[in-house]
């Protein structure tokens, strides 16, 4: 008989998936897909939660009953779930609030608590989720923080087990893998494997949202796209593995998990759609023979209140609904500068004249150059009162190509317009009205 003997037992041996209408006619090279919400959590960091536990157990760090603490935007979390569940641990898991209803309540439902916390802050503010997850760490009696951005049981859960299970599916044959950079550990470890194997002519690919540490070389700014991309380097990191890093946009990444949906009925997450991106690009300078490996990490159930979502893709500028006669785009488009923005160490004068010179009625708030994520505004200032830092409560958020509908600015004091992502307009409702 052939029977696991617990849920743990099933982690791995992810099966390898040739693409067909995604790349027809765009390269002679094979380009596969390691599927790895095949795993029981849904996701590739089953391995990594398996192998930090591993280590902590066997070197006295996580002890009988004791409880895991980690910052995590999901998938990790349900690993470390599984794995608690099966060893007897308590979990508690703090999550930025970019992360998905979803994910949040998939972690409650396998028992773990989740502490929420704000994304835009520094790595080292008292709110940011490593801050947090620090603290309740060394406050919950018998707490342990395996802390993924460092444990290099990470990297070597990869080299154990991604790796040689993509060298011997390939039969040795793959010239080219692709993935996410993430917090480091699936490609430093997998990328180390394949390159120990071939004798270094494999040619590793990281996949990073522009925005993110890797892509930007230190200068991090927000971005939509959940389970990648960094604020600082993690430790688990091996920057010497990767041969190159393509940087993917929102816009790109979201585009392409959903064309993965569709045309090859692979329902994965927005950072799959980020690695796809990449591997396509890559796959279009390989040869006839080469053979490109591209990692998918995670499922797309986590994601169809957002990237699956029109309503929600639309609202974001991320889509283009059909149709439209009049749009919140062609409302503000006469408004120059779209975008008005200010320190906050500016004086309140100095605002009022930037505001009548310009003929605008409102400014933002921001340390940032446009164009601006949502989480870098920190404010916007009105004519009336330049020296008031208001909160964005009460502004109302639409896409650039959603239709125009005045109701919109019913009780709100504007609105601020986005287009793929960024915001492209932050306008007072009467602004918008003498453009009506």
């Known amino acids: 008989m052939k029977i696991a003997g617990s849920v743990l037992d099933v982690i791995g041996h992810t099966p390898l998936i040739q693409l067909g209408p995604l790349v027809k006619g765009l390269t002679d090279a094979t ?79 396998y028992g773990a608590k989740v502490v929420v916390t704000p994304t835009n802050v520094e790595p080292d503010d008292p709110e940011s989720y490593y801050s947090v997850s620090d603290r309740l760490a060394r406050e919950i009696p018998g707490g342990f923080k395996p802390n993924q951005y460092a444990n290099p049981a990470g990297p070597e859960a990869h080299y154990r087990t991604t790796g040689p299970e993509i060298w011997e599916d390939t039969d040795g044959t793959v010239t080219h893998f692709v993935a996410g950079v993430g917090t480091g550990g ?46 600082f380097w993690p430790e688990a990191y091996d920057p010497s593995i990767p041969d190159e890093i393509i940087t993917v946009s929102d816009a790109e990444a979201f585009s392409m998990t959903r064309r993965l949906a569709r045309e090859e009925g692979l329902l994965v997450g927005g950072s799959c759609g980020m690695a796809m991106v990449a591997g396509l690009e890559v796959a279009k300078k ?99 009162d330049p020296a008031e830092v208001r909160t964005a409560d009460r502004l109302v958020t639409v896409g650039a190509a959603e239709e125009f509908d005045p109701h919109a600015l019913d009780g709100v004091d504007g609105v601020v317009v986005m287009d793929q992502g960024q915001v492209v307009a932050v306008v007072a409702s009467e602004e918008v009205m003498e453009q009506v």
């Open 31 to 109: 380009v596969v897909a390691k599927v790895e919400y095949f795993n029981p959590g849904g996701s590739s960091k089953d391995r990594l939660a398996v192998g930090m536990i591993d280590a902590a157990e066997k070197a006295g760090l996580l002890k009988p009953g004791g409880t895991i603490v980690e910052p995590t935007s999901g998938n990790t979390g349900v690993g470390l779930a599984l794995v608690a569940q099966q060893r007897g641990y308590h979990c508690v898991f703090v999550c930025p609030d970019k992360v998905s209803a979803d994910k949040r309540k998939v972690l409650e439902a």
């Open 186 to 231: 699936t490609i430093s470890g997998t990328g180390k494997y394949l390159k120990e194997a071939s004798g270094g002519s494999v040619r590793v690919i990281g996949a990073d949202p522009y925005g993110s540490v890797y892509a930007e070389k230190g200068a991090a700014r927000p971005y939509f796209v959940e389970g990648v991309g960094e604020d």
């Open 286 to 384: 390989a040869s006839a023979g080469d053979l490109v490996v591209v990692l998918l990490p995670d499922s797309g159930r986590g994601y169809l209140q957002k990237i699956f979502d029109d309503g929600w893709m639309t609202h974001n500028g991320f889509l283009a609904p059909e149709g439209v006669a009049t749009t919140w785009g062609s409302r503000v488009s006469g408004l120059k500068p779209a975008v008005l923005t200010s320190h906050k160490e500016d004086e309140a004068s100095t605002r009022a004249k930037r505001l009548e010179d310009s003929g605008r009625l409102v400014g933002v708030v921001t340390h940032a150059s446009p164009p601006l994520q949502p989480g870098e505004m920190k404010g916007w200032f009105h004519l009336d």
